[in-house]
């Protein structure tokens, strides 16, 4: 036994002068050194992610955070928040985005509910299954709905795909906490197609953007109702009545707003009240239908389907090209400036047609090519923003589109898919902008971002000092590395 203990105070002896050996010790508080850089990285992560502290956005665009047109709405909100992530665990930028929201209010709260087969309440409430996936943003009893599909939509003139995660969830903000929705009234009773049914997909939308929408037969009502802030007219199967006329004249007349879709123009029918109402603007619609040569501006070869650029300065917000569809359309013409300057009407085109363009007025002709019985080739405006000077107080304004079809659900045959005209290209967007436009609703934001990666470009100095920078540093690193070891061995 005393032959054991012996061994045992050997060993542990020959360890401790291994311990205490120079190098190990060296080696050793190296390791221990490199372990805590390594336990501090690990914290200082686990921190970060702890506080979730903002990420830096150095894009032109911002397309990593806040808009200041959100950051600025946040910054007046007076009532509580919820936003509610229902199984948005597959879209963590989604989450990502909604921590921004928190993160710029403390009106804001974030509420993520990853388990919804134990939430029946919740499927019920909004007829989903465990699966679905759902934003919802609650104001008390108040509260939107955001689909995975309202999160992004298309440019046709890039073929990208287009967030609008940022514009959904704000716009919906701003629609819970919202004290007065509009008023939009659309004319009914002598329509060629049944507005109910023809504009019913936009009219679900502008009742989802907080606003309040019904039909309105002046004949019935006597008037346009002094609510009204915004008067919505489709295109006619038989002209106004007088006093239809009238009391329209007399709400433009009071700084009304109107909003013009007609297919007039492919309808022999005369229409003198309606035309009285388009003249206070300096406006004329004529018979026939505008047939487009230029094959970059038609859907699917179709001359009479005209695909054209929109744009306006109550669109300029919108960062990306806007495409409009419209089928059968007219041409809008103004009066001269003399005229125009009587009526007090100033005017901006939104869409255009190419100058290879014609208007046909003889339907029985088949041929697609330009005849003699057509007009000149030229240019022809089919959307154009009016206003009209009624006062120095007061004015008027109108926005007009010479075709109805195209914020339609009007089927539209492309190959051998049958799509609705409205949701084609962008034309849902244009008419609920225009809208928002004629209403005022400048609580509303349009923000689009695009995926794409962006290039940090820089000036030939900034250029010379970065790689000044990045290689010249490490070269200094390595020759004082280098020195420090050459003394420390003279040293010794």
Known sequence: MKKFWEFIKKIM?????TITNKWL?????????????IAGYIAVNWGVEQIQVEDLDFTTKKLYSLSEQTEERLKNLEDE????????????????????????????????????????????????ESTDNLIVVKNG?????????????????????????EEAITNAIMEVTIDEKPHIYVLSGKNYAQPESSLSIIANKLIDEANEIDLLDILTEGSVPDDCD????????????????DKILEYINKGGKLLILTSQNVLDVDTPNFDKILEQYGITLGYGTIIEQDTSKMLYNTPYMIVTSASASFMSDIDMDLKLFLAYPGRI????????????????T??????????????????????????EEESSIVGAYATKKISDEKTSQLIIYSDETFASTSPIIIGYQSVYAVTLYNNEDIVLNSISHLTERDDTITIRKTGESETYTVTEQEDVIIRT????????IIIIGIGVWIFRRRKV
Not at 25 to 37: D, F, Q, R, S, Y
Not at 366 to 373: I, M
Not at 471 to 476: A, S
């Open 469 to 476: 920078i990045i290689f010249t540093t490490p070269i200094i």
């Open 13 to 17: 002896k020959k360890l401790w002068e």
């Open 81 to 128: 928040i919820t936003i509610q992530l229902i199984n948005m665990g597959d879209y963590s930028y989604v989450i990502e985005y909604a921590n921004k929201y928190q993160r710029a209010s403390d009106k804001i709260t974030v509420e993520e509910i990853d388990d919804l087969s134990s939430r029946l309440d919740l499927q019920t409430k909004y007829d989903i």
């Open 141 to 165: 009893e108040k509260e939107k709905t955001i689909t995975t599909s309202d999160l992004y939509t298309y440019d046709y003139s890039t073929y990208e795909s287009i967030d609008t995660t």
């Open 333 to 348: 013409q103004f009066a001269d400036e003399t005229k125009l300057e009587e009526l007090g009407v100033t005017y901006e």
């Open 25 to 37: 010790l060296k080696g050793t508080t190296t390791l221990i050194l490199v372990a805590l850089i």
């Open 230 to 245: 915004c008067l919505i007219i489709t295109t006619l199967k038989q002209d106004l009545a007088d006093l239809e006329r």
């Open 350 to 375: 939104i869409a255009t047609t190419s100058t290879k363009s014609f208007v046909r007025t003889n339907f029985n002709i088949s041929s697609v090519s330009r005849t003699e019985q057509d007009s």
